[in-house]
T-cell receptor
Framework: GAGVSQSPSNKVTEKGKDVELRCDPI?????LYWYRQSLGQGLEFLIY????????KSGLPSDRFSAERTGGSVSTLTIQRTQQEDSAVYLC???????????????FGSGTRLTVV | QKEVEQDPGPLSVPEGAIVSLNCTYS??????FMWYRQYSRKGPELLMY????GNKEDGRFTAQVDKSSKYISLFIRDSQPSDSATYLC??????????????FGQGTILTVHP
């Protein structure tokens, strides 16, 4: 696609429910990243994929968070048993590769705004 | 202490002013430095990237990196109301398994008023 697409754009869920957030990267981009942005805060790294593997998942806050990527394309971030502190904007980004000058800058999606009530 | 510190502002300037945005960092292994601009309810977009110390200019924007002081800056000349946004500095390592990861500052909210 022309850009990074995230869905849904907004999600309101009840505390304790599971949610799935989807990211569709730019076609051909091999690297995919998930970040979280809380109100008034910078971006907090969660996980990144190179192809279908995740070399670095050190930013996932707890075992309630998981992510997968299939076919080297679409990625899903799943949050189980959501808590109010999970409320944030979840941003996905992609780049051609992590190792070349073109990969230095990501292209971000517009994010999923998650509200846990 | 955060690895990257950025004054969140907010910063309000008149149109035409020169704006200076800054970040300091603690990890001397950071090699690549970026500035992103984020409009409300949008994802960040890449403005500038630099490698190692020095200056880089692109139109009204100049990025500076001083690795000896662990300090980076973004200057905006002749600021316009359309520059009103949140500006985020970001940096990454030069290698290793985590070199795809960017570490961001908190972002500075800038308003340029006519």
């Amino acid at each position: 696609g022309a850009g990074v697409s995230q869905s849904p754009s907004n999600k309101v869920t009840e505390k304790g429910k599971d949610v799935e957030l989807r990211c569709d990267p730019i076609s051909g981009h091999t690297a995919l990243y998930w970040y979280r942005q809380s109100l008034g805060q910078g971006l907090e790294f969660l996980i990144y994929f190179q192809g279908n593997s995740a070399p670095d998942k050190s930013g996932l806050p707890s075992d309630r968070f998981s992510a997968e990527r299939t076919g080297g394309s679409v990625s899903t971030l799943t949050i189980q048993r959501t808590q109010q502190e999970d409320s944030a904007v979840y941003l996905c980004a992609s780049s051609l590769t992590t190792g070349t000058i073109l990969g230095y800058g990501y292209t971000f999606g517009s994010g999923t705004r998650l509200t846990v009530v | 202490q955060k690895e990257v510190e950025q004054d969140p502002g907010p910063l309000s300037v008149p149109e035409g002013a020169i704006v200076s945005l800054n970040c300091t960092y603690s990890n001397s292994a950071f090699q690549y430095f970026m500035w992103y601009r984020q409009y409300s309810r949008k994802g960040p977009e890449l403005l500038m990237y630099t490698y190692s110390s020095g200056n880089k200019e692109d139109g009204r924007f100049t990025a500076q990196v001083d690795k000896s002081s662990k300090y980076i800056s973004l200057f905006i000349r002749d600021s316009q109301p359309s520059d009103s946004a949140t500006y985020l500095c970001a940096m990454r390592l030069g290698g290793g398994t985590s070199y795809g990861k960017l570490t961001f500052g908190q972002g500075t909210i800038l308003t340029v008023h006519p």
